[in-house]
């Protein structure tokens, strides 16, 4: 008896996007438009349509309803050092400090 009502691979796609939303950047068009069946028009799923798409960044923030700094590459050079953390984390903190 099969537990689940959906097709094997809706199924499939369904739990990979809800395990991590980011593999839907990884889904053709067909793909895309079968988990948008499952989970509805999610922001993940728009933007990748809209990435398929070549939309610009101003188009994908607007269909997302979200600003186009949202899309801004991550700086390395902000990143904080593990070891800066660990030290941090073995301080005693102080107000205004």
Known sequence: MNKHPLPV?????????LHDPSVAYEL???????????VGETEHVIDAINVLDDA???QRARDIA????A????D???????SDL?????SP???GV
Request: net charge negative; charged share 35%.
């Open 56 to 58: 610009m960044l101003e």
């Open 93 to 95: 903190w102080s107000w």
């Open 66 to 69: 979200c600003w186009n700094r």
């Open 9 to 17: 691979e809706k199924y499939v796609l369904r739990e990979r996007y």
């Open 86 to 90: 660990v030290e941090a984390s073995q």
């Open 28 to 38: 053709d068009r067909d793909e895309l438009a079968a988990l948008m069946s499952e």
């Open 71 to 74: 899309f801004d590459r991550y």
């Open 76 to 82: 390395d050079s902000t990143t904080v050092p593990v």
